[in-house]
Nanobody, 122 residues
Framework: QLVESGGGLVQPGGSLRLSCAAH????????IAWLRHAPGNERAELFC????????YYSDSVQGRFTFSRDNAKNTVYLQMNSLKPEDTAVYFC?????????????????WGQGTQVTVSS
């Protein structure tokens, strides 16, 4: 089971840190993605950290503003989001796959959390 937290309402330019905690399995051995699907967008955006070597992948829209981190002792992965913009407003889901490499395809992720709402607005 994956449980996300940390979402909320923040002003443009602000920051949030999302958490994805795993229960019943070790996140350390999983490839982990954060996905968001904003209203009006055709496709979900995906950011990923691979279990193979810790490589991270971010979409161009968040590159340099969002950062993954892990706390293996807490079995939790974080997404630090800085310089938030109104277009970052979405429900954010964390998901995992057993494959050691990231995938661009949402259907390749097999375990999902319930999502946490992020709203960026003044």
């Amino acid at each position: 089971q994956l449980v996300e937290s940390g979402g909320g309402l923040v002003q443009p330019g602000g920051s949030l840190r999302l958490s994805c905690a795993a229960h019943g399995f070790r996140l350390h051995y999983s490839t982990i993605a954060w996905l968001r699907h904003a209203p009006g967008n055709e496709r979900a955006e995906l950011f990923c950290i691979s279990s193979r070597d810790g490589s991270t992948y971010y979409s161009d829209s968040v590159q340099g503003r969002f950062t993954f981190s892990r706390d293996n002792a807490k079995n939790t992965v974080y997404l630090q989001m800085n310089s938030l913009k109104p277009e970052d407003t979405a429900v954010y889901f964390c998901a995992t796959r057993d494959d050691p490499d990231c995938s661009d395809y949402v259907e390749d992720y097999t375990s999902w959390g319930q999502g946490t709402q992020v709203t960026v607005s003044s």
